[in-house]
C-alpha cells in the first residue's frame, strides 16, 4: 500500500505550482493591462492639450496675418460655411505632436465663405497621437473691435473700413453660440 501513494506527492506539488503559476500569470496581466491605461490616458490628455495649444498658436497667427492675408481671405476656401476645408490651413508642432489647423468663417450674414465680414472666424485644431488617439477643439476667434465714439459698428458694415489698426489687437475667443 506505501508503493500506491508515493506519486501522489508529486501529482499534488505539480497542482499546485500550476494554481499558483496561473495567478501570478493573471496578476501580472493586471499589472501590465493598467500600466497600458494609464499610459494610454496620459497620451489623450497630452493630445488634448497639444491640441488647445494649437487654438492658442492659431489666435496668435490670426492677429499677426490679418493685413498680409488679406482679411484671412487667403485661409478661407470656398465652399460652404458649415463646413471645413478637407486640407489644414497650417500645421503647428506642440511637443512633438502636429496639430492642424483649419479655417472656416462663420455664419455672418453675407453668404461668401471666402469673405469675413465681422472679424470672426471658426478654428478647429487636431492632434493626432501615435497610438491612433486624436483630439478636435473648435473655437469662435476674432477681434473684438474698440466703440467707435460709444457705438459699436452697425450690422453688416465691413469692420476693416473704420480705420482701426488691427495689428495692434489680439484675437479674442468667443463661446460657440455667440
Request: proline fraction near 4%; include cysteine.
Amino acid at each position: 500500500m506505501v508503493c500506491n501513494e508515493r506519486g501522489m506527492a508529486l501529482v499534488s506539488v505539480i497542482l499546485l505550482l500550476t494554481v499558483l503559476l496561473t495567478l501570478a500569470h493573471i496578476l501580472a496581466e493586471k499589472v501590465w493591462q493598467s500600466t497600458r491605461q494609464t499610459a494610454d490616458a496620459a497620451n489623450r490628455e497630452q493630445i488634448f492639450w497639444a491640441a488647445q495649444a494649437g487654438i492658442e498658436s492659431a489666435r496668435q497667427q490670426l492677429a499677426v496675418s490679418y493685413a498680409s492675408s488679406g482679411g484671412w481671405q487667403d485661409f478661407l476656401t470656398a465652399g460652404t460655411s458649415q463646413s471645413y476645408p478637407v486640407t489644414p490651413a497650417w500645421v503647428t508642432e506642440v511637443n512633438g505632436l502636429p496639430v492642424e489647423i483649419y479655417l472656416r468663417d462663420n455664419p455672418d450674414g453675407d453668404g461668401d465663405a471666402r469673405n469675413d465680414n465681422d472679424l470672426k472666424v471658426f478654428v478647429l485644431a487636431r492632434a493626432r497621437g501615435t497610438r491612433g488617439a486624436e483630439a478636435i477643439i473648435e473655437s469662435l476667434c476674432g477681434f473684438e473691435l474698440p466703440a467707435v465714439t460709444g457705438n459699436m459698428l452697425p450690422s453688416g458694415q465691413s469692420a476693416t473700413g473704420t480705420g482701426t489698426d488691427l495689428s495692434t489687437l489680439p484675437v479674442s475667443t468667443y463661446g460657440i453660440a455667440d
